[in-house]
Structure formats: structure tokens, C-alpha cells
């Protein structure tokens, strides 16, 4: 897993690039939106776009991460999720838990 960040203004943008399955990948998820919870930053967006797949281990670094910043006063997006990922989210009903845009800029303009 290869997590990239990018701040756009006050809105975290940390891309993932690979899959979304189980150790260490998740562990690293969760502590990338804690540091930027640590460090203040209460809007943050995960850019999917090159997550390939996802399981069940996955989806709950997704939900403790979302619960974390929902605790911090702060909020999640999901940007250009892809269509094996999607799939797996409307199974679950994650879809509607989860805020998702096509695209980062969309995700980041949602918080103004």
C-alpha cells in the first residue's frame, strides 16, 4: 500500500495506491488520519482511485478511520472510488454510510 498526502488548503487529500487488505496496509491507513487528526486537520478526503480491492478487513480500517474523525468535531469524503470497490461498498450498504465523489476536487469543494 502506498499512501501519498497532499494538503489543499485546511482539506487532507491522502491517496492510496494498491490493496485495501488486511495487515499492515489497514494499520497504515489508521495511522495516516490519526497523525492528521493529531495534527489538527479535521477535513480529510481518501482518494480510491488506484485501490484495486478491498475486503472486509479493509472496510473496517475505512469505518474506524470515519468514527475517529467523526469524534474530532471532523469529516470524511471518499473520492473516485473505483467500480470493484463501489460494488463491494452497495453490498455491504456502506454506500450510504460513506460520502462519495467522483473526483478529489468535487470532495474537497464539498467542504466549503
Do not use: C
Not at 29 to 41: M, T
Not at 58 to 67: E, K, N, V
Amino acid at each position: 500500500m502506498n499512501i501519498k498526502e497532499k494538503m489543499h488548503g485546511d482539506v487532507a487529500v491522502v491517496s492510496l495506491k494498491g490493496n485495501l487488505m488486511g495487515e499492515p496496509d489497514t494499520t497504515d491507513v489508521r495511522q495516516k488520519v490519526y497523525s492528521l487528526l493529531q495534527d489538527d486537520v479535521k477535513k480529510i478526503v481518501l482518494d480510491l482511485g488506484k485501490v484495486k480491492w478491498i475486503n472486509s478487513s479493509g472496510l473496517g480500517a475505512l469505518i474506524a478511520a470515519m468514527t475517529s474523525v467523526k469524534n474530532k468535531g471532523g469529516e470524511l469524503r471518499l473520492a473516485n472510488v473505483t467500480e470493484k470497490v463501489e460494488s463491494v461498498f452497495m453490498i455491504t450498504q456502506l454506500i450510504k454510510v460513506f460520502k462519495t465523489y467522483e473526483t478529489v476536487d468535487r470532495a474537497v469543494a464539498s467542504f466549503k
